[in-house]
C-alpha cells in the first residue's frame, strides 16, 4: 500500500492545540476522494471554520489519498482511523462497496460515520449515520434539463463520469438517463439511452476517468476527433475544467459549435475556475455543488452528537446551484 499524503497542519495520532493551549476534545475526520481536488479543498476550508468556531472543543482532521484511485488505500485510511480510535469519521467514499468493510469496523468500534459528498450502497446505510450532501440524482436531472433545452430533438451524446464504483456519479448518471429518456429506470447508473426520447449514447461511452483529470480532457478530445459532430457531453463531475489551461485548449476548437448550441457542453459543478471557462464560453451550464457547507455540516453534526443533541436527518441534502452563461453573476447561492 502506498503512502497516503497528510497535511501540514495535521499529523497522524496528535490533535491540534487550541488557541487557549489546551488539547482538543475531539478528534473528526473528514476524508476526501482525494486531496489534489479544488471541489474537496472547499469541504476542507468548512471543516476547519467549523473548528474555529468550536473554541478548540474538536479538531477536525482532514485526510485523505494524495491521488485518485481505485479506492482501496482511502479504505486503508479509514480503517487506520477506527485503529487510532478517532471520535467520528466523515467519508466521501470512492468505492461504496469497498468502503462497507472500513465502516463495519468503525461501528465495531463505537465510532459513529457520516458520509458527504458519495454515499455508501443502499444495503450499507446502517453502517453510518446520514449522509450530507447533493442529492446526486438531481445533479443529473438538471445537467440533462440543460442538455435538452439546448437539443429539444435530442442527439448523441456521451457522459463522463468518475469512477465506476462511485455511488455518488452512477447516482447522477441514473438522473442524465432517466431525464433524457424520460423513463426511470431501476437502479443506478440507469438504463443506457438506445434511441428513447430521441437520444442515444455512443458507442464507447460513458467515459470513466477515476478522477484523473488529465485524463479527462484527453478523453474528450479522443471522443471529440472520432465524433466531431456529438451533439452533447456531459460531465458528472468538474474533472476537466479543474485543469483550465488544458481543457481551454482542448475545448477553444469547439466554441462556435458550443455557442451555436450544435454542442450541448454541460458539466457538474460551479467552482470559481468553472465560471470563469463558463464565461468564455467553454460551457452553456454547470450545475453545481456546495462542497463548503459538506464540511462544515459534518463537523457541526459531530459536535452536536457528542452534546447528546439530535442526529442530523439522513439524507441532508445541502442544495444546488444551477447556472448558464446568462446568470452567471448571480447563480451561486451565498
Avoid at 460515520?113 to 450532501?133: C, F, H, M, Q
Avoid at 433524457?180 to 438506445?194: H, I, T
Wanted: with cysteine.
Amino acid at each position: 500500500m502506498k503512502k497516503y499524503l497528510l497535511t501540514a497542519a495535521v499529523a497522524f495520532g496528535a490533535l491540534m492545540v487550541a488557541a487557549s493551549g489546551a488539547q482538543a476534545k475531539f478528534t473528526f475526520a473528514l476524508v476526501p476522494k482525494n486531496m489534489n481536488n479544488p471541489f474537496f479543498d472547499q469541504a476542507r476550508d468548512g471543516c476547519k471554520k467549523a473548528e474555529a468556531e468550536s473554541n478548540g472543543e474538536f479538531e477536525c482532521m482532514y485526510i485523505g489519498p494524495g491521488e485518485h484511485g481505485g479506492g482501496e488505500e482511502q479504505v486503508q485510511i479509514v480503517q487506520d482511523l477506527v485503529a487510532k480510535k478517532v471520535d467520528g469519521i466523515a467519508v466521501a467514499p470512492s468505492n461504496a462497496a469497498a468502503m462497507a468493510v472500513a465502516l463495519q469496523a468503525a461501528k465495531d468500534a463505537g465510532i459513529p460515520v457520516l458520509t458527504w459528498d458519495s454515499d455508501v450502497l443502499p444495503e450499507n446505510k446502517d453502517l453510518r449515520v446520514a449522509y450530507i450532501g447533493t442529492h446526486n440524482y438531481e445533479i443529473g436531472v438538471n445537467l440533462a434539463s440543460l442538455a435538452m433545452k439546448i437539443k429539444p430533438k435530442g442527439g448523441v451524446v456521451c457522459i463522463q463520469s468518475g469512477g465506476a464504483a462511485a455511488a455518488n456519479h452512477n447516482e447522477r448518471m441514473q438522473g442524465i438517463r432517466d431525464t433524457l429518456s424520460g423513463v426511470k429506470s431501476a437502479a443506478s447508473p440507469g438504463d443506457a439511452l438506445a434511441g428513447q426520447n430521441g437520444w442515444t449514447e455512443l458507442a464507447g461511452c460513458p467515459l470513466y476517468t477515476d478522477d484523473d483529470f488529465p485524463r479527462s480532457v484527453q478523453q474528450f478530445e479522443d471522443i471529440m476527433a472520432k465524433t466531431p459532430e456529438l451533439d452533447a457531453f456531459i460531465p458528472t463531475g468538474g474533472f476537466p475544467q479543474f485543469v483550465p489551461d488544458a481543457n481551454r485548449a482542448a475545448v477553444e476548437k469547439y466554441k462556435d459549435r458550443i455557442a451555436s448550441g450544435a454542442l450541448a457542453l454541460v458539466v457538474a459543478d460551479t467552482l470559481p475556475v468553472q465560471i470563469d471557462q463558463m464565461k468564455e464560453g467553454l460551457s452553456l451550464g454547470q450545475v453545481g455543488q456546495r462542497p463548503f457547507e459538506m464540511g462544515y455540516m459534518t463537523m457541526r453534526a459531530f459536535a452536536d452528537m457528542k452534546a447528546g443533541k439530535p442526529a442530523p436527518a439522513d439524507p441532508t441534502y445541502t442544495g444546488l446551484d444551477v447556472c448558464t452563461p446568462e446568470t452567471a453573476d448571480t447563480c451561486i447561492a451565498k
